[in-house]
């Protein structure tokens, strides 16, 4: 008889299709809100989550609309069989600033195209700078610290753990790169098939999100049975018990055999220093934890999704009109 496993589902995803996508302008901190076409990828999202049989524990999201958005649509997912009158017991979701895009700053608004490289807007009145990677790293170990990694500590018998994080592309690579920095030395294997035609490809860069891709990560740790307390002789009761070893957290590193390219120098020296100066010690994920890579930039709930003609598709969404699938099935009824 095999030993027990504790298990954690994770899911970094992207938000939906927004008018900002549409329009190829900048908007980190700029609060845009999902196209139709958006809102209608998130719903199949939440409803392929749903047929997957997932059930989330946790659901984080960043506060800005088109994650938040998503991410509400993924719950509502959860809940799709639900009858008339009964309460959706999925975990609300739970809105946070830090896990929101990086912040364009002067560029926030202007279309991709009048960013350049030579920098020299930043002699422009009223400029300010984008945000930097080490400010990204230090809000995405925030979150790690407060919300994710706590739950690998979790006590041994505790039902399998399913993580909602919904966030923005560049945050997401960053939350990855700051996660990989947790795991114990090791730990981390990746599907054959993911890159069976890949010659060869990081750890860090496993590809970008698509508008709702999905990075799936499924970790396990065995669970030891209870131990038998052992009976103690009357003659040695004194005696001093040696104490159980005590599993230090490791400092995480790149799996060997799967990573051609090491971490970058740079990403590993954006520890968050305390006011003291010292580096503050990360929370990391306790050993014996081996994470294993399933999905990246999971797009199967997009399949024969098409995006609705005469540019109603690219339009913002409004939450008080009538939902398009409805409003174009009642049509063909009618007809």
């Given amino acids: 008889m095999g030993l027990a496993t504790r298990q954690l589902r994770l899911f970094l995803i992207r938000h939906g299709e927004t008018v900002d996508n549409i329009a190829q302008v900048y908007a980190g901190s700029r609060d845009s809100k999902l196209t139709n076409h958006g809102y209608q990828q998130a719903t199949r999202l939440g409803l392929h989550f749903k047929t997957l049989g997932l059930k989330f524990t946790h659901i984080f999201s960043s506060h800005l609309q088109r994650a938040a958005k998503t991410a509400s649509l993924i719950r509502d ?7 008339v009158g009964v309460a959706n017991d999925a975990p609300h979701v739970v809105q946070l600033p830090i896990l929101m895009e990086q912040d364009f700053g002067f560029y926030e608004g202007k279309r991709w195209h009048e960013r350049s490289a030579s920098h020299d807007h930043k002699d422009t009145p009223g400029f300010v700078d984008v945000e930097s990677k080490e400010a990204m790293a230090k809000r995405a170990d925030k979150f790690l610290d407060e919300h994710l990694v706590p739950l690998f500590h979790g006590p041994e018998d505790t039902s399998e753990e399913v993580i909602a994080v919904v966030s923005h ?40 999100w698509s508008n709702t891709g999905y990075l799936e990560l499924q970790a396990e740790r065995p669970v030891a049975p209870p ?59 306790p050993v014996g934890w081996t994470t294993y ?13 098409k995006r609705t003609r005469g540019g109603v598709g690219s339009a913002g969404h409004d939450s008080s009109q009538k939902n398009l699938d409805s409003f174009f099935k009642k049509r063909k009824v009618d007809g």
């Fill in 293 to 305: 890579i399933e999905t990246v930039n999971g797009r199967d709930h997009l399949q024969g999704l």
């Fill in 227 to 285: 131990a038998v307390p052992a009976q103690v002789p009357a003659q040695s009761a004194g005696n001093d018990v040696a104490s159980p070893p005590i599993l230090e957290s490791a400092p995480a590193e790149v799996v060997e055999g799967h990573v051609k390219i090491g971490l970058d120098p740079q990403t590993i020296s954006d520890v968050p220093k305390s006011d003291a100066g010292q580096p503050q010690k990360p929370l990391t994920v």
């Fill in 77 to 83: 997912g959860q809940a799709s069989d639900v009858g």
């Fill in 169 to 208: 592309g560049i945050m997401l690579s960053t939350l990855w790169k700051r996660l990989l920095l947790r795991l114990p030395p090791k730990s981390v294997k990746v599907s054959p098939a993911l890159f069976a035609n890949a010659r060869e490809y990081s750890l860090e860069h496993l590809g970008g």
